[in-house]
């Protein structure tokens, strides 16, 4: 009762006590904050000495261990040319195939063979012969003997003889062919001998389906410039005539057999 009086009649001197408490209790948080940040200082400087002893321990130890992962890190190239020597010898270093729709569409027997060059690169050889009705005959002089020779660079975008491949190569091929147009390039009235070069690109897709076996469709276009003399299919009588014409479009489409080695 005499507190709350007192407090009542005098609010002033109250407020001036608490004030000042608090002042009294500010400088003294104030005072300990500075002891601890001082001796925390004293810690850290202590730490630091420490850590550094320790650092210069613990790197004199691992020394030995860091030049040695430096040397296995200097080595590291030399593993890897290692390894893909490795991945390249176990890859088939050979193929042979055959165009089984050449085959069927125009009963020509062909065979290819394609040799690995580096882990993403072929040389492919290829060659065919018809010979079907060759001499002709008075009644009929329909033919469509031919030899074509093909070499062809190939990229494989996974590995060589498997997957996606590009390629581009020179066609040679030597024809006597008669009553035949070879989509409107020659009239089916005559026979035509001669020769014809070019080149060409090719896209194709290998399939494996097993460790030697797979099947390969392809596709190709390119120029191609043929030298004929031209003679009426009729009779085959003399030359009626020696041209030249030029073709720039499909040079060829594959779905081939093929046999790794």
């Known amino acids: 009762m005499h507190f709350f009086r007192f407090f009542?009649?005098?609010?002033?001197?109250i407020f001036v006590i608490l004030y000042k408490r608090h002042d009294l209790s500010t400088t003294q948080t104030k005072m300990i904050r500075m002891r601890q940040?001082?001796?925390t200082c004293k810690k850290d400087e202590n730490s630091s000495m420490l850590v550094s002893r320790v650092g210069k321990r613990i790197l004199f130890v691992s020394l030995p261990?860091?030049?040695n992962f430096t040397s296995v890190f200097a080595q590291l190239p030399a593993a890897q040319d290692s390894l893909?020597?490795?991945?390249q010898q176990s890859l088939p270093r050979f193929a042979v195939g055959t165009n089984l729709?050449?085959?069927a569409a125009a009963l020509t027997p062909n065979l290819s063979l394609e040799i690995g060059l580096s882990l993403r690169s072929t040389l492919a050889f290829s060659g065919s012969y018809n010979g079907w009705n060759r001499k002709g005959s008075e009644t009929s002089n329909k033919k469509l003997v031919h030899?074509?020779?093909?070499a062809d660079y190939r990229y494989w975008l996974c590995e060589r003889f498997n997957g996606h491949f590009f390629g581009a190569g020179a066609i040679f091929t030597r024809y006597n062919v008669g009553q035949h147009s070879f989509f409107g390039l020659l009239d089916r009235a005559y026979r035509y001998d001669g020769t014809g070069y070019g080149g060409e690109l090719t896209y194709g897709?290998?399939?494996m389906i097993d460790r030697r076996w797979g099947i390969e469709a392809a596709i190709g276009a390119g120029v191609v410039h043929f030298r004929f003399d031209k003679y009426p299919c009729a009779t085959c009588s003399p030359i009626s005539t020696s041209e030249k014409k030029t073709w720039l479009g499909p040079t060829n489409a594959a779905i081939s057999l093929v046999y790794t080695l």
Do not use: A, C, E, G
Not at 8 to 13: A, I
Not at 147 to 150: K, L, N, P, V
């Open 37 to 39: 940040v001082l001796h």
């Open 65 to 67: 261990f860091f030049l």
């Open 84 to 87: 893909l020597h490795v991945w």
């Open 8 to 13: 009542m009649n005098q609010p002033q001197t």
């Open 147 to 150: 030899s074509i020779f093909r």
């Open 101 to 103: 729709l050449y085959d």
């Open 205 to 207: 897709y290998h399939w």
